[in-house]
């Protein structure tokens, strides 16, 4: 049996100006956003991951190393940073203000399966998706007893936690957006074709209130 940890990078620049940060753009994390992945570290701090998969955009992977400096098992641990787990693409929309009144956004957010974002020059959900699943089940694969910090973003990975445990497109933002440094815990039997979640979004350990 795999075991996935998946988190969310921690709270970003863009994400307190509330825009669009996607898969061609970056900003620092805020101080808060540090103490959220030195604490999510610190929840983790006792377990023995087999391998470390981490988007190659500097959120993450700073994030993943604020987690990673507080892990008791470092010895022999391997990070891997794919650009399989970037963000999805806004095109044109990157870094703009986020207009909560538009289609589009409101079909991200509610009915993935009505998103287009053709007009703007972005990725469908179905790429995002794909790419991203891809590389989970590659992982499985290579790993099928071992547990994996997986560290990526909010829509990526509350796309792939949906379907991978099964559910119909229009329901892939169900339960999101996942909040920044969340811990969502999958596991998958090498011979079943879906994901059990045993813990979702859980951001439980954290102990500074976000608006601080």
């Given at each position: ?73 470092l010895d022999g641990l391997t990070v891997h940073y ?9 095109g044109k929309r990157e870094g703009a203000e986020i ?52 560290v990526a973003h909010g829509v990526l990975l509350i ?54």
């Open positions: 049996m795999t075991t996935f940890y998946f988190v969310r990078h921690g709270k970003t620049e863009l994400n307190l100006s509330l825009r669009f940060q996607g898969g061609a753009i970056d900003s620092p994390l805020l101080p808060i956003g540090v103490e959220q992945a030195i604490q999510a570290g610190r929840n983790l701090c006792d377990l023995s991951f087999d391998a470390a998969y981490v988007s190659t955009q500097k959120r993450a992977m700073d994030t993943a190393n604020y987690i990673l400096k507080e892990n008791n098992f794919q650009d399989s787990l970037r963000e999805i693409r806004f207009d909560h009144t538009d289609e589009q956004t409101n079909y991200l957010r509610q009915r993935p399966d009505l998103y287009d974002p053709k007009a703007f020059g972005g990725e469908t959900i179905d790429a995002l998706v794909q790419r991203s699943t891809e590389t989970i089940e590659k992982i499985s694969k290579e790993y099928p007893d071992g547990k994996v910090l997986i796309t792939l936690i949906n379907s991978l445990t099964g559910k119909e497109k229009s329901r892939w933002r169900e339960g999101g957006p996942l909040a920044n440094t969340s811990i969502s815990i999958l596991e998958k039997e090498q011979n079943t074709e879906y994901y059990t979640i045993k813990s979702f979004n859980d951001i439980s350990y954290q102990t500074q209130n976000e608006e601080a």
